[in-house]
C-alpha cells in the first residue's frame, strides 16, 4: 500500500468547547518507551541524536480530549512543562528546551511528533522523536491527527532577529527570545541547585552559577534596551 503523508498540525474542529487550559495532573501520563537505541557518536565529536525508541505515552485520555481541541498556549504549556523537556533530554542525551515562537531552523533540532488519534502510526496521546524537518509518513488509508512540537538543545545559536519572520515582527521576536532565554536559565539553576552539594570547588560553582545567571542577564538586557543596537550583543 502506498505511503500517504499525515499533516502534523491538523486539528479536528470543535466550535462548540472552548479551548482548555493545561492542567499536566490531568492531562500528563509520561512512560518511558519500551526500547531505546542511541544514535548519538560516543566521542562527542558530533551533535547528540536523538535516540531510535518506540513511541512512548506523553498524554492521558483527558489530555488526549484537551488537546484535540487546544489553543498554542496549551501546546506551549505542554512543550515547557519540565517532565516533557526532561523525556526529551534524556532521548536526545543533552539539556533540550522548546524552540521559541519563530524559530525556522536551529541545528540540533528535534521534533517530538504527539498523535491525537488511533488512526496512526501510532496510539493517541503516544509520541515519538524524530530529527526535525523530516515528513512522516504512513501507510494505511485513515485520516490521523498528529500535533508537532520542536525542540532545541540549551546551548542552540539563536538571535532575536532569527525569530523574527516567523514571530511577525521583531518586538513579538524579542518577547518570544526573552522568555526561550529566560526559560534556559531557569533550567541551568534547577540543574545547579540539584547538584550543588557535589560541585567540587569554589571556582566550579562560580562558573557554573554565572553559565545560569547570563540567559537571564541576556534576557533582561533585551527587554530593558531603548535601541535596537544593543541587541547585537545577545544574539547567542
Same mark, same amino acid.
Given at each position: 500500500m502506498d505511503a500517504m503523508i499525515i499533516p502534523l498540525n491538523a486539528r479536528r474542529p470543535?466550535?462548540?468547547?472552548?479551548?482548555?487550559?493545561?492542567?499536566?495532573?490531568?492531562?500528563?501520563?509520561? #512512560?518511558?518507551?519500551?526500547?531505546?537505541?542511541?544514535?548519538s557518536?560516543?566521542?562527542g565529536d558530533t551533535l547528540p541524536s536523538p535516540a531510535l525508541a518506540a513511541p512512548f505515552r506523553l498524554?492521558?485520555?483527558?489530555?488526549?480530549a484537551a488537546a484535540e481541541r487546544a489553543s498554542p498556549n496549551f501546546l506551549a504549556d505542554l512543550a515547557?512543562?519540565?517532565?516533557?523537556?526532561?523525556?526529551?533530554?534524556?532521548?536526545?542525551g543533552t539539556c533540550m528546551v522548546p524552540a521559541p515562537t519563530g524559530t525556522q531552523a536551529a541545528a540540533g533540532?528535534?521534533?517530538?511528533?504527539?498523535?491525537?488519534?488511533?488512526?496512526?502510526?501510532?496510539?493517541?496521546?503516544?509520541?515519538?522523536?524524530q530529527h526535525s524537518?523530516?515528513?512522516?509518513?504512513?501507510?494505511?488509508?485513515?485520516?490521523?491527527v498528529y500535533t508537532k512540537l520542536t525542540f532545541l538543545p540549551e546551548d542552540a545559536v539563536i538571535g532575536i532577529h532569527d525569530l523574527e519572520d516567523g514571530a511577525g515582527d521583531l518586538e513579538h521576536a524579542r518577547i518570544a527570545w526573552v522568555r526561550h532565554k529566560t526559560l534556559i536559565s531557569h533550567r541551568k539553576l534547577g540543574r545547579l541547585l540539584e547538584n550543588f552539594d557535589s560541585c567540587r570547588d569554589r571556582?566550579?560553582?562560580?562558573? #557554573?552559577l554565572w553559565d545560569a545567571v547570563s540567559d537571564a542577564e541576556h534576557a533582561i538586557e533585551?527587554?530593558?534596551?531603548?535601541?535596537?543596537?544593543l541587541d547585537i550583543f545577545y544574539e547567542t
Open positions: 470543535n466550535p462548540a468547547n472552548a479551548a482548555p487550559s493545561f492542567d499536566p495532573a490531568r492531562h500528563l501520563a509520561i #512512560e518511558p518507551p519500551a526500547w531505546t537505541v542511541s544514535l557518536d560516543t566521542s498524554l492521558s485520555a483527558a489530555g488526549i515547557r512543562h519540565p517532565t516533557v523537556i526532561d523525556a526529551v533530554s534524556a532521548l536526545t533540532a528535534v521534533d517530538l511528533i504527539l498523535s491525537l488519534s488511533d488512526k496512526g502510526a501510532w496510539a493517541a496521546g503516544f509520541a515519538m522523536l524537518g523530516i515528513v512522516l509518513r504512513q501507510t494505511g488509508t485513515g485520516s490521523a571556582q566550579t560553582l562560580v562558573h #557554573e533585551a527587554m530593558s534596551s531603548e535601541t535596537e543596537g
